[in-house]
Nanobody, 128 residues
Framework: QVLLVESGGGLVQAGGSLRLSCVAS????????MGWFRQAPGTEREFVAS????????IYADSVKGRFTISRDNAKNTVYLQMNSLKPEDTAVYYC?????????????????????WGQGTQVTVSS
């Protein structure tokens, strides 16, 4: 497992942008796929986006396609989530996750069960 620390959350008006970052430390020599999930009050945690180890394969939830972009910098052990055109319904705690092994490291995943390390979360609030 790796230690994941998210940052970049905050309060933004609808239509604005934020960029979340997640830095990994620990067993970063392993090839991890990375993902972002979110959880709004009173709801279950849901998938947002994932990227495979190389950064060449990305998966997005339908609700964020065209607005959010996931990327990674393996030299910095960091994954990013650029969020544009934010909506009030994007308000949630955003969690970074890492998953090792096959096939997730090659393809990424939209399923929580495939990720074995999780950050503490960062709050994103979008006002209308």
């Amino acid at each position: 497992q790796v230690l994941l620390v998210e940052s970049g959350g905050g309060l933004v008006q609808a239509g604005g942008s934020l960029r979340l970052s997640c830095v990994a430390s620990g067993r970063t020599s392993s090839r991890y796929a990375m993902g972002w999930f979110r959880q709004a009050p009173g709801t279950e945690r849901e998938f947002v986006a994932s990227v495979n180890w190389s950064g060449g394969l990305r998966i997005y939830a339908d609700s964020v396609k065209g607005r959010f972009t996931i990327s990674r910098d393996n030299a910095k052990n960091t994954v990013y989530l650029q969020m544009n055109s934010l909506k009030p319904e994007d308000t949630a705690v955003y969690y970074c996750a890492a998953g090792a092994g096959s096939p997730i490291q090659k393809y990424g995943s939209e399923y929580e069960r495939d990720f074995d390390s999780w950050g503490q979360g960062t709050q994103v609030t979008v006002s209308s």
